[in-house]
């Protein structure tokens, strides 16, 4: 609902008096737009508004017309003498209705036409020969006079035509500038830097993993204007959204046992502000890689610079507090949420928004009714998993039943699908926008543009984006086709995948009452070995690479997709520690055939030392049915065996990542 907290102001209702068109067009549609009627205002004749109706549902037109007039009417202003009111389907150039209609005001009344100002000659004259008369009968004309509008002007005004039968509209309650958030009373943002203020949908851009440091300044340099420079469609959202990977200090103070630690300078944040980028995601593994001192002076840099963070703060409650941004009229409120067990932030220290079930839910119920939209942000999963866990699928749901409108993942580095669930979005994973972490700086992406109306309606779907020595840009043709489809192909494993573009008009019916049942995964089944013969897999799909990756942008035509995973069809007790751990990849990799065994296959990662690799086996005294799983870790000299539980869940890697 878009309230008309405006007609309080002054100086907008000041505007509209003096004949200014955007301020009437303001008005108006204040009170139309929550019904779906949009309105434009412009001049027909001097002294004559057009007001121009668009509507998807036909409404009475006399009751517009009447609406109009009387808001007209109320303003009182001394140019605008009449109006024409116009009515069609939106996108129909064919007319409906038509009326014009007279405004007759006090103030448009002291416009007088030469006749009026003759007859005020002729009273005056006739005032004054009155007075040169005798006293006696000048004072009897007199007061016969002064007694007739005396009574007149007690008598009832019949009103005008366009007064008639008009019903004033009543004023909703201005809305607070403030919306009490979980934790505290988080005050509403105006967005003022908006391109299109006369188009009443609210328009947003959300973009995947981007870091400005390492292999982007080799490349890029000092141009902070390369990076967007050919995304325009960035710039002409009303807000223009990513994920900040890397802290923006000087700090030198690095986060111990990390093997990448991301930061840039201070003056980067220029990329961002060139680009249009308004707000940014810092609920993720590098906000913290420069300690407290580089995340303060992170979110120092970027608040001067104009620019809002949800995600991390210098204690709990400003990591938890919600960003919530006022565009023409339509509240939104952002929130973003990263693993609970990694640097999170305390009642008195800095660092990330931790993602508790609860938590979730009762910062989504406390503004639900105070704005008008919710977006959540999950950093999460698994990195170049084409497709999410059980547990991410289930978490996103349980948000959209909490209330929220809109979840967006980041963390995978590649695509992922996305689904529709109760006729609101889920975007698994944005992959990477502009990410410097790697030295690939060639490579495929998305992002996702959703629009928003005041009526609930939504409409989404992805651009695809075509990035060269990290400069991105939209790309159409076959090329984008070649990005949707992947996108589409990865999104058919849900049960109603999100299509580009899609509208959703769905309404939102707040928090519904869902109980969340944990989902236990079925591992893979192995193949039998019949032989005790050590065999070979090969770590790409497997192996959790940290943030530094290099992620193939050509995807197989066809994937054999795996079963859906089903609650009930294990029971075993031997899965609870695991089965809330993102540690499956889909699809799943199958045992290549039996050949003699080879010799032990390295891979290098970011110029590491270590190699490292990995080996499936079966022991000469095991059984068909007791297969046992082990992993080889190589480092430098060192060989180390780590058995894992007789069911396949994780690769250990001899590095950790946040």
């Not at 008309?4 to 108006?28: C, K, M, T, V, W």
């Not at 004749?45 to 036909?58: D, N, S, Y």
């Not at 003056?267 to 593994?285: I, K, P, R």
Request: aromatic share 8%.
């Amino acid at each position: 609902m878009v309230y008309a907290e405006h007609l309080s102001q002054p100086s907008i209702f000041d505007l509209a008096r003096s004949g200014d068109f955007q301020a009437i067009n303001y008005l108006i549609n204040s009170y139309l737009r929550p019904q779906g009627i949009y309105a434009q205002v412009g001049r027909e004749r001097q002294g004559r508004l057009q007001v121009l109706i668009e509507f998807q549902t036909e409404p009475v037109a006399e009751r517009i017309i009447k609406f109009i007039c009387h808001l007209l009417w109320k303003l009182n202003s001394p140019t605008v003498e009449g109006v024409q009111i116009v009515g069609r389907y939106t996108g129909d150039p064919a007319v409906l209705w038509k009326q014009s209609v007279r405004i007759v005001t006090p103030a448009n009344q002291v416009r007088r036409s030469p006749r009026s100002r003759t007859i005020e000659s002729l009273k005056f004259r006739t005032f004054r020969t009155l007075l040169m008369m005798g006293s006696a009968l000048s004072a009897f004309i007199l007061g016969c006079w002064v007694s007739y509008y005396e009574v007149s002007a007690q008598l009832p005004q019949v009103p005008t035509p366009a007064q008639e039968n008009v019903v004033s509209p009543t004023l909703p309650p201005k809305r607070p500038e403030q919306v009490q958030a979980a934790l505290e009373v988080v005050p509403v943002v105006q967005q003022t830097t908006i391109q299109k203020p006369h188009d009443p949908t609210v328009t947003l851009m959300f973009g995947g993993d981007v870091t400005l440091s390492d292999h982007f300044e080799t490349v890029v340099g000092d141009d902070h204007t390369w990076a967007f420079e050919k995304l325009d469609e960035y710039r002409e959202v009303d807000v223009a959204m990513v994920n900040l990977e890397n802290p923006l200090t000087r700090s030198t103070l690095r986060r111990p046992n990390k093997q990448f630690n991301f930061k840039a300078d201070p003056e980067a944040v220029q990329v961002l502000t060139s680009g249009g980028v308004d707000l940014v995601n810092l609920a993720n593994n590098h906000a913290m890689d420069y300690e407290a001192e580089g995340l303060i002076e992170t979110l120092e840099t970027l608040e001067n610079s104009g620019i809002h963070a949800i995600g991390a703060g210098r204690d709990l409650k400003e990591a938890r507090r919600p960003e919530i941004l006022e565009v023409k009229g339509q509240r939104i409120a952002y929130f973003g949420y990263y693993d609970a067990d990694f640097h999170a932030a305390g009642e008195d220290s800095p660092g990330t928004n931790p993602r508790y079930d609860e938590r979730v839910a009762a910062d989504i119920q406390a503004v639900r009714d105070q704005v008008d939209w919710i977006i959540v942000n999950y950093h999460w999963g698994v990195e170049l998993a084409n497709y999410p866990g059980d547990w991410q699928i289930e978490l996103a749901r349980f948000t959209i039943d909490q209330g929220a409108d809109l979840v967006v993942g980041h963390h995978p580095h590649v695509l992922q699908g996305a689904e529709i669930y109760k006729g609101r979005p889920i975007v698994y994973s944005l992959g990477n926008f502009i990410f410097g972490g790697n030295s690939r700086n060639d490579y495929d992406t998305a992002v996702l543009k959703v629009s928003l109306k005041a009526d609930q309606k939504m409409k989404v779907e992805f651009l695809p984006v075509e990035v060269r020595q990290y400069q991105a840009k939209i790309v159409r043709g076959k090329k984008g086709d070649e990005i949707l489809q992947n996108v589409e192909r990865l999104s058919r494993i849900f049960d109603q995948p999100m299509n580009s573009p899609m509208v959703l008009d769905a309404p939102r019916s707040g928090l519904r009452t869902v109980e969340r049942k944990p989902v236990t995964p079925v591992a893979p089944q192995l193949p039998n070995l019949s032989e005790s013969t050590e065999q070979l897999v090969t770590p790409e799909a497997l192996e959790d690479v940290g943030d530094e990756v290099e992620a193939q942008s050509d995807q197989p035509e066809t994937v054999n997709l795996p079963p859906r995973l089903d609650a009930a069809s294990s029971s075993s007790d031997s899965l609870k520690p695991y089965i809330h751990d993102p540690f499956i990849k889909d699809p799943f990799i199958s045992i290549p055939p039996k050949t003699p065994q080879p010799p032990s296959t390295s891979h290098r990662y970011n110029d590491s030392i270590s190699p490292i690799s990995f080996a499936l086996f079966k022991s000469d005294l095991e059984t068909d049915d007791q297969l046992s799983v082990s992993t080889q870790i190589t480092a430098a000299s060192d060989k180390v065996r780590v058995d894992l539980p007789p069911m396949v869940r994780r690769v250990q890697n001899s590095a950790f990542y946040d």
